[in-house]
């Protein structure tokens, strides 16, 4: 078994090394940038036990509680020991996040913000790159200096191989002899660890048999699993993940770019992600792509579990539901709130499901 | 007196129920109380009950369902109240079709297959007030039985229209109405029709096949009954106890795996 | 999918609309100007309603009944309400804007039905109820318009809210035709060149796109002379808003919400000039003679966000009630405000300017500054912050702004929990509470003074 530190000794450690810490919120941008800068990027996708209340005096209770944990969290004193705090514009929670930070709360922290385009033409791939330089040109304003020559590359080849061991993770997740708990602890252990530690981790684990097949195989989507009991309580429900497509998980699953320009390159890679509604990809395409995950692993029936207002996710439920009960795959969405336990409702809703597919 | 074969209960937010089984399936002894903040206190009651009917019960499969499910430890499964109901019910009535099942904290659209399988089902979003709790509540406020409420609803002649959804919301119109002088009747029905409309538009989603069921403590209300008939243009269908259609399934479950 | 053009269809189509619809709605529109009284209007609080609306409303009607014939007579492109439509008004395309006809579902108390279709399909509560309401109209093809025409393209751009964005991918695979996007980055401080290019690149290539459906080349003749026509309207549209800075003020912003569906849906038509030249013609009376559109104004109070469109005249009544007349809304300012970026000798260059402005593309701060500037340019009293909650972009934000007008400007300003299309998010009796509790603050404040 890996022994994972937490996210507190991980920025403890990378701070006493001299290094600075990036608070990062969900989905997307560019690791290798900051780790180029020096910041190590921790990501914070609504800490469930931050005091809610604190975030409620600056977003309505209609704002998702991702972001309406993240304001209270960082008002907690949550992220006093980040030097900065990334807000990615990846839906209009977020941009009010962003814009609220930036003109109300005024952090003692910097904050960027980083518009990811909604399509995947030339004219989106073009506007990344430049948006990418934008953000590099603000950190390096910010810091004072750009990164020593090389840093850019070397932290780009980290990534890239701590990606692609990540993809041999989910490869490889039946040989691992691991319960999707453990599983998903090391998957989301990328979201704070240092890329160096992650692909350690990553050699460590040893190949087994195959796991024993006992569980009712499901498919979980959605953006992020919390708690980590949901797990627990789908093993005890007698089911278990046999793929996913969460937004902290295999939908971030890049590959590795192929230009010699750092920035196309960085562009390249955050493009190669699989179809995602807050990127703006065909309900079709992701439609497509869920049904190619339900092929190559087998599972019976998709579990869509969401945190409550979550637009970019809502919209596309039904017509998902559709195009894969079609094909004889159940889908079932369930909706919950980011508390510190799942609630009675949402837990009766999952093992219904599983009852009725298995 | 029939052998006892099986027993499930079912601990529900409002009430308790357990329910004994012969050999062939039959409903042959059942208890109901309010349930009991102490459950583990009163799935013990239950039981003791049972064995001084039937005698030892250490060899009688017992499956238990309902939110409390979980609390009861003696209970050699344990399924949700979803495929509980839908079990229960087609074995009584004897075939596949829609049915709707409306509890205390959840209201819930189940499609039963053949065999009592649950084909899909659907459940009522947090903040509509679309269950029994929300009904019991403004019987409360409007001092009208629990009992009297259905009746009362429908004897109105005309209704006012309850059009949130959310409960708070809701409780403020009724609130409004009720300061503005207007009679508990057409209120009472215009909620009624409120409640019915949420539970069609569960039923919608996931597609209606016939004919259409009823279960839950909530069936007892006729006017649910008769507005579920007249918004979905189906014959509503009636299991002999309503209430108990989630403890039975558990025991038919039990029976099956027993 | 889409269904091409036909001589048949060109010809029901003017048939329908140029000659059978134009006179049924013209004598439709003169048994409305001579009515003076409205039901429910309370003339004891309100002056009279503005005469022109019957003539506004006979131009909307014509609009809608375009729709309901344009399928085989013109190529139909539904959009967003923030979209860069003049290249396909230059193309001939009929527009139609579904935000618009959910609003009109909202106004006719039409939504709880429609949105309903979709809300048994799957669709959740939680989403925008335009969204909703137009998903529910299309699966259910109820609509207070008779029929909307089907797509030929869709339109959508982000510069009101991501919100569109998702909408439209349904639309699209429902109705299986192009999606073009046009991706407007939010402007969290200030337009980047990158940004500006990104538009306007995205504009220089939807050309060809829409010309392909379209079955012709774009006019650049045509397009500038449709871009001066926004420009005009939105120029004419911006002046009957600033007549608002007159003491009475003659119109309210519900008014203005009223009378904003042309420049919204009808941009880039000469009609709409001669429609608000008509409307500043007939306000310039009211102010020659004093009157005011609420009949005894004491406050002057801002109204931020999305109307409630199904308590348009409820709302305009309670605050007269109080003597209060809302005079100015930032959502009805954002349709004018812009008109200075348009330039028809740059037309693609402006327009990229333009549409990645729009006050909603910007952060929460420099809304605060709007709102503040309105404030002092039309001597306001107060702040009415609508809570929508089926606007994230809009609303949120609005408790820092709230506390910035309460806390350091002395200014009462209260956040109203609604929604812009949905009454089951709304109760009235809540809603009059608090507007109550909120105008004995301003007469306390006054009081103070």
């Keep these: 078994m890996i022994d994972l530190p937490s996210r507190k000794k991980v920025i403890r450690?990378?701070?006493?090394?001299?290094?600075?810490?990036?608070?990062?919120?969900?989905?997307?941008?560019?690791?290798?940038?900051?780790?180029?800068?020096?910041?190590?990027?921790?990501?914070?996708?609504?800490?469930?036990?931050?005091?809610?209340?604190?975030?409620?005096?600056?977003?309505?209770?209609?704002?998702?509680?991702?972001?309406?944990?993240?304001?209270?969290?960082?008002?907690?004193?949550?992220?006093?020991?980040?030097?900065?705090?990334?807000?990615?514009?990846?839906?209009?929670?977020?941009?009010?996040?962003?814009?609220?930070?930036?003109d109300f709360v005024h952090p003692?922290?910097?904050?960027?913000?980083?518009?990811?385009?909604?399509?995947?033409?030339?004219?989106?791939?073009?506007?990344?790159?430049?948006?990418?330089?934008?953000?590099?040109?603000?950190?390096?304003?910010?810091?004072?200096?750009?990164?020593?020559?090389?840093?850019?590359?070397?932290?780009?080849?980290?990534?890239?191989?701590?990606?692609?061991?990540?993809?041999?993770?989910y490869r490889d997740r039946e040989l691992l002899g691991l319960s999707d708990r453990e599983f998903y602890r090391i998957v989301r252990s990328r979201e704070f660890l240092p890329a160096e530690d992650f692909i350690e981790n990553e050699k460590k684990l040893a190949r087994r048999e195959k796991r024993s097949t006992s569980g009712v195989p499901i498919l979980l989507s959605g953006i992020v699993p919390e708690p980590m009991d949901l797990f627990d309580e789908i093993e005890t429900m007698g089911a278990r993940v046999v793929a996913d497509d969460l937004a902290c998980g295999t939908r971030r699953l890049y590959k590795s770019g192929h230009s010699e320009d750092p920035f196309v390159r960085m562009a390249e890679r955050l493009f190669s992600a699989p179809p995602d509604p807050t990127r703006g990809s065909p309900i079709s395409e992701r439609a497509d792509h869920l049904k190619n995950l339900i092929r190559k692993s087998g599972a019976k029936g998709v579990l869509i579990y969401d945190v409550k207002f979550c637009e970019p996710e809502l919209f596309d439920v039904p017509l998902l539901r559709k195009k894969l009960e079609a094909e004889g795959t159940p889908v079932n969405y369930v909706e919950f709130e980011m508390g510190k336990i799942l609630s009675q409702q949402t837990l009766t809703r999952i093992e219904a499901f599983i009852e009725m597919i298995g | 007196m029939k052998a006892l074969a099986a027993l499930g209960i079912?601990?529900?937010?409002?009430?308790?129920?357990?329910?004994?089984?012969?050999?062939?399936?039959?409903?042959?002894?059942?208890?109901?109380?309010?349930?009991?903040?102490?459950?583990?206190?009163?799935?013990?009651?239950?039981?003791?009950?049972?064995?001084?009917?039937?005698?030892?019960?250490?060899?009688?499969?017992?499956?238990?369902?309902?939110?409390?499910?979980?609390?009861?430890?003696?209970?050699?499964?344990?399924?949700?109240?979803?495929?509980?109901?839908?079990?229960?019910?087609?074995?009584?009535?004897?075939?596949?079709?829609?049915?709707?099942?409306?509890?205390?904290?959840?209201?819930?659209?189940?499609?039963?297959?053949?065999?009592?399988?649950?084909?899909?089902?659907?459940?009522?979003?947090?903040?509509?007030?679309?269950?029994?709790?929300?009904?019991?509540?403004?019987?409360?406020?409007?001092h009208?039985?629990?009992?009297?409420?259905?009746?009362?609803?429908?004897?109105?002649?005309?209704?006012?229209?309850?059009?949130?959804?959310?409960?708070?919301?809701?409780?403020s119109e009724i609130i409004s109405l009720v300061a503005h002088g207007v009679a508990v009747e057409p209120i009472l029905k215009g909620l009624h029709r409120s409640l019915v409309s949420r539970i069609v538009a569960m039923i919608r989603s996931v597609g209606l096949v016939s004919p259409l069921m009823l279960s839950g403590g909530v069936a007892r209300n006729e006017a649910m009954r008769k507005l579920l008939e007249e918004e979905t243009g189906e014959k509503v269908h009636l299991p002999q106890y309503p209430q108990l259609m989630g403890a039975y399934g558990a025991a038919l479950i039990g029976l099956k795996n027993g | 999918m889409t269904e091409s053009i036909t001589i048949r269809g060109k010809l029901r189509y003017q048939l329908a609309v140029n000659v059978a619809g134009r006179l049924t709605l013209a004598f439709r529109r003169r048994r409305n100007e001579r009515k003076t009284a409205r039901p429910g209007w309370s003339r004891d609080v309100l002056a009279p309603p503005l005469k022109l609306s019957a003539r506004m409303k006979e131009l909307m009607s014509r609009h809608y009944l375009g729709g309901r014939y344009a399928n085989g007579a013109k190529k139909v492109a539904w959009v967003t309400s923030g979209a860069p439509i003049e290249i396909l008004k230059a193309l001939g395309f009929y527009i139609l804007y579904p935000e618009n006809h959910a609003a009109l579902c909202g106004a006719r108390?039409?939504?709880?039905?429609?949105?309903?279709?979709?809300?048994?399909?799957?669709?959740?509560?939680?989403?925008?109820?335009?969204?909703?309401?137009?998903?529910?109209?299309?699966?259910?093809?109820?609509?207070?318009?008779?029929?909307?025409?089907?797509?030929?393209?869709?339109?959508?751009?982000?510069?009101?809210?991501?919100?569109?964005?998702?909408?439209?991918?349904?639309?699209?695979?429902?109705?299986?035709?192009?999606?073009?996007?046009?991706?407007?980055?939010?402007?969290?401080?200030?337009?980047?060149?990158?940004?500006?290019?990104?538009?306007?690149?995205?504009?220089?290539?939807?050309?060809?796109?829409?010309?392909?459906?379209?079955?012709?080349?774009?006019?650049?003749?045509?397009?500038?002379?449709?871009?001066?026509?926004?420009?005009?309207?939105?120029?004419?549209?911006?002046?009957?808003?600033?007549?608002?800075?007159?003491?009475?003020?003659?119109?309210?912003?519900?008014?203005?919400?009223?009378?904003?569906?042309?420049?919204?849906?009808?941009?880039?038509?000469?009609?709409?000039?001669?429609?608000?030249?008509?409307?500043?013609?007939?306000?310039?009376?009211?102010?020659?003679?004093?009157?005011?559109?609420?009949?005894?104004?004491?406050?002057?109070?801002l109204w931020d966000n999305l109307p409630i469109w199904f308590k348009l005249r409820k709302m305009a009544q309670t605050f007269a009630g109080y003597g209060a007349n809302v005079v100015a809304a930032t959502y009805t300012y954002a349709w004018g405000e812009l008109a200075p970026m348009m330039d028809e000798t740059r037309p693609l260059e402006s327009a990229a300017q333009t549409y990645l402005h729009p006050l909603l593309n910007q952060g929460t701060g420099h809304k605060l500054e709007s709102m503040q500037k309105m404030v002092r340019e039309f001597s306001l009293d107060g702040v009415v912050l609508h809570s929508d909650r089926s606007c994230k972009p809009y609303s949120l934000g609005q408790i820092d702004q709230r506390d910035y007008f309460v806390n350091h400007a002395g200014i009462p300003a209260l956040l109203l929990e609604a929604d812009h299309n949905d009454p089951r998010s709304y109760s009235d009796q809540q809603a009059e509470n608090r507007i109550a509790a909120f105008m004995e603050i301003l007469e306390d404040s006054s009081n103070a003074d």
Excluded at chain 3, 114 to 140: M, P
Excluded at chain 3, 193 to 210: C, F, G, N, S
């Design chain 1, 13 to 102: 450690e990378f701070q006493k090394k001299g290094g600075k810490i990036a608070a990062v919120l969900p989905i997307r941008y560019p690791r290798e940038l900051f780790r180029a800068f020096g910041f190590l990027p921790v990501e914070v996708w609504g800490p469930p036990h931050a005091d809610v209340t604190l975030g409620g005096s600056h977003l309505q209770s209609y704002t998702c509680d991702i972001v309406r944990n993240a304001v209270s969290f960082l008002l907690s004193g949550g992220l006093d020991r980040t030097d900065l705090i990334l807000v990615p514009h990846t839906c209009d929670s977020l941009q009010g996040m962003g814009s609220v930070l930036l």
């Design chain 1, 108 to 169: 003692k922290q910097k904050v960027l913000t980083l518009y990811h385009p909604r399509g995947v033409r030339k004219a989106d791939f073009d506007f990344l790159t430049e948006e990418l330089k934008r953000l590099c040109g603000e950190l390096s304003d910010w810091t004072g200096g750009e990164p020593p020559p090389g840093a850019f590359w070397e932290a780009i080849y980290r990534e890239e191989t701590a990606d692609r061991a990540l993809a041999r993770l």
């Design chain 2, 10 to 142: 079912d601990v529900g937010s409002s009430t308790c129920k357990i329910v004994g089984v012969d050999e062939s399936g039959e409903l042959i002894w059942h208890l109901l109380e309010q349930a009991d903040p102490r459950a583990e206190d009163q799935v013990q009651r239950f039981l003791k009950a049972a064995e001084q009917k039937f005698g030892p019960l250490k060899a009688v499969p017992f499956v238990a369902t309902g939110y409390g499910r979980k609390l009861v430890k003696d209970a050699a499964k344990n399924i949700t109240e979803i495929s509980c109901h839908a079990k229960g019910v087609y074995h009584e009535l004897q075939k596949p079709g829609t049915l709707v099942d409306i509890g205390g904290q959840d209201s819930k659209v189940i499609v039963i297959g053949a065999g009592g399988r649950v084909v899909d089902f659907a459940m009522n979003d947090k903040c509509a007030a679309g269950t029994g709790r929300f009904l019991e509540n403004t019987a409360g406020r409007l």
């Design chain 2, 144 to 171: 009208v039985p629990l009992e009297a409420l259905g009746k009362t609803a429908l004897s109105a002649d005309r209704e006012e229209t309850i059009s949130s959804t959310c409960t708070v919301f809701a409780e």
């Design chain 3, 109 to 301: 108390r039409k939504t709880v039905e429609i949105a309903s279709e979709a809300e048994n399909a799957g669709y959740s509560r939680d989403i925008c109820s335009y969204a909703r309401t137009d998903i529910g109209a299309v699966l259910s093809g109820k609509t207070p318009v008779g029929r909307l025409p089907r797509p030929d393209v869709l339109l959508a751009c982000t510069n009101i809210c991501q919100t569109v964005l998702y909408w439209y991918r349904v639309l699209a695979d429902y109705f299986k035709v192009p999606l073009i996007l046009i991706d407007t980055p939010f402007i969290y401080e200030e337009a980047h060149a990158h940004d500006v290019a990104y538009v306007k690149r995205q504009l220089e290539d939807m050309i060809p796109a829409a010309e392909k459906i379209a079955g012709k080349k774009l006019s650049f003749k045509r397009l500038k002379e449709v871009v001066r026509f926004s420009r005009e309207a939105s120029f004419l549209w911006l002046e009957v808003l600033d007549r608002a800075k007159h003491r009475p003020s003659p119109i309210t912003a519900f008014d203005g919400f009223i009378h904003m569906a042309p420049i919204v849906d009808l941009r880039g038509e000469p009609v709409v000039i001669d429609l608000y030249r008509q409307l500043l013609k007939e306000i310039d009376v009211r102010i020659s003679k004093g009157i005011g559109a609420v009949k005894h104004e004491k406050k002057r109070l």
